[in-house]
């Protein structure tokens, strides 16, 4: 299959992250991807091409217009007020606030992001947009008869919503892509989102629709990020009763327990009958991932492309999480190739 990239990820360069009330090593880093390519290369997976421009009429069939507008313009206002430190908010809206606009750019910081894993820089914008037209990119080969492509987006996007941003992820690459793909004349689309972390931003744009399924295997919110959503009874609501299935599992699991939710996500995915397939594919499942708890192995990640293959649907995978970086690479692909044996 083909590999879509942008050498523009690395303009996203995070040097340090708040973690466990302390400033350590950044954890979502342009090696990351490097590392990735570096794998598809190796392995001889297919073509590495370019992304195409789309332009933002596929995101804003997502995104909130206020919210893609204080991105695009968010560094320059920071810039003006704080100078070129990373943009980092220090405040937070309380629930029942009125969202009333204001002119202070940490305080509209604050109204769109939802914790401080995530600063803009300089070059966030066009390290989000090159993201976003990479998973684009994606569908339209899918569109033009591929069976399957990877998008080796980064920043990753699954955990951004419709008006908010957080967790490494600006703009949903998974859900624009998604999106374009209803656009473009699908019936229905479903999303996996295999990452650690609870695709939440993802089951929040596409609740309350019929035409797009989420599924989500992960870390059990109560603890784990994102927290608050991501429990087994959200099940989706109105037109999109029933179109989202969430599989929390405990710190701790491994292949085996994993699996067992992979059959009901793949089940659930099968009965849906959808023209599209887009997996959120992160490999923060990984035993050695130094920010998650669960216990998969470099050969299971095989296994697990192989049984996404048999949905027998067009595939788009979405590249998310993934840190434990001497191994992310082969887990990557070890799905990709899964999925072509
Ligand atoms: N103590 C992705 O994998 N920090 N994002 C969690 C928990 C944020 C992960 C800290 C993790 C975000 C795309
Ligand atoms: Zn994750």
Same mark, same amino acid.
């Given at each position: 299959?083909?590999?879509?990239?942008?050498a523009?990820?690395?303009l996203q360069d995070?040097?340090?992250?708040?973690?466990?009330?302390?400033w350590v090593?950044?954890f979502?880093?342009?090696?990351?991807?490097?590392?990735? @390519?570096?794998?598809v290369k190796?392995?001889?997976?297919g073509p590495v091409?370019?992304?195409?421009?789309?332009?933002?009429?596929p995101?804003?069939?997502?995104?909130?217009?206020?919210?893609?507008?204080f991105?695009?313009?968010?560094w320059e206002?920071?810039k003006?007020?704080?100078?070129?430190?990373?943009?980092?908010?220090n405040?937070?809206?309380?629930?029942?606030?009125?969202?009333?606009?204001?002119?202070?750019?940490g305080?509209?910081?604050?109204?769109?992001?939802?914790?401080m894993?995530?600063?803009?820089l300089?070059g966030?914008?066009?390290a989000?947009?090159?993201?976003?037209?990479?998973?684009?990119?994606?569908?339209?080969l899918?569109?033009?008869g591929?069976?399957a492509?990877?998008?080796?987006?980064?920043?990753?996007?699954?955990?951004?919503?419709?008006?908010?941003?957080g967790g490494?992820?600006? @703009?949903?690459?998974?859900?624009i892509?998604?999106?374009?793909?209803?656009?473009q004349?699908?019936s229905?689309v479903?999303? @996996?989102?295999?990452?650690?972390?609870?695709g939440?931003g993802?089951q929040?744009i596409?609740?309350?629709?019929?035409?797009?399924?989420?599924?989500s295997?992960?870390?059990?919110?109560v603890?784990?990020?994102?927290?608050?959503i991501?429990?087994?009874?959200?099940?989706?609501?109105?037109?999109?009763?029933r179109?989202?299935?969430?599989?929390?599992?405990?710190?701790?699991?491994?292949?085996?327990?994993?699996n067992a939710?992979?059959?009901?996500?793949?089940?659930r995915?099968?009965a849906?009958?959808?023209d599209?397939?887009?997996?959120?594919?992160?490999?923060?499942?990984?035993k050695?991932?130094?920010?998650s708890?669960?216990? @998969?192995?470099e050969q299971?990640?095989?296994q697990?492309?192989?049984?996404?293959?048999?949905?027998g649907?067009?595939?788009l995978?979405?590249?998310?999480?993934?840190?434990?970086?001497?191994?992310?690479g082969?887990?990557?692909?070890?799905v990709?190739?899964?999925f072509e044996?």
């Open positions: 299959m083909k590999t879509i990239f942008s523009e990820h690395v995070v040097k340090s992250e708040f973690y466990g009330g302390k090593d950044a979502e880093i342009p090696r990351r991807a490097e590392l990735v @390519l570096a794998e190796r392995a001889g997976l091409i370019a992304q195409d421009s789309f332009g933002l009429a995101v804003l069939a997502v995104h909130d217009a206020a919210f893609v507008h991105l695009e313009g968010a206002a920071w003006a007020e704080a100078g070129t430190i990373p943009a980092y908010p405040i937070w809206p309380p629930r029942r606030s009125r969202m009333i606009p204001t002119v202070r750019p305080a509209e910081l604050g109204r769109y992001v939802v914790d894993s995530s600063p803009i300089e966030t914008w066009n989000v947009r090159a993201a976003v037209d990479c998973a684009l990119t994606g569908a339209k899918i569109n033009q591929e069976t492509a990877f998008a080796l987006c980064r920043p990753p996007g699954h955990h951004a919503g419709r008006d908010y941003f490494y992820c600006f @703009l949903n690459n998974a859900a892509a998604a999106q374009y793909f209803r656009d004349g699908a229905r479903a999303v @996996l989102d295999i990452d650690y972390h609870h939440n993802t929040d596409f609740y309350d629709r019929g035409d797009v399924l989420t599924v295997i992960h870390g059990d919110p603890q784990e990020y994102p927290y608050y991501g429990f087994a009874d959200e099940i989706g609501e109105g037109a999109g009763q179109t989202n299935l969430n599989l929390p599992l405990p710190w701790g699991s491994d292949y085996s327990v994993w939710a992979l059959d009901q996500a793949l089940e995915i099968r849906f009958a959808p599209r397939l887009v997996v959120s594919l992160g490999v923060d499942t990984f050695d991932d130094p920010i708890h669960f216990r @998969l192995k299971d990640y095989a697990i492309g192989a049984r996404i293959a048999t949905v649907v067009p595939v995978f979405v590249m998310e999480g993934g840190y434990a970086i001497e191994a992310i082969v887990n990557a692909v070890n990709l190739r899964g044996a």
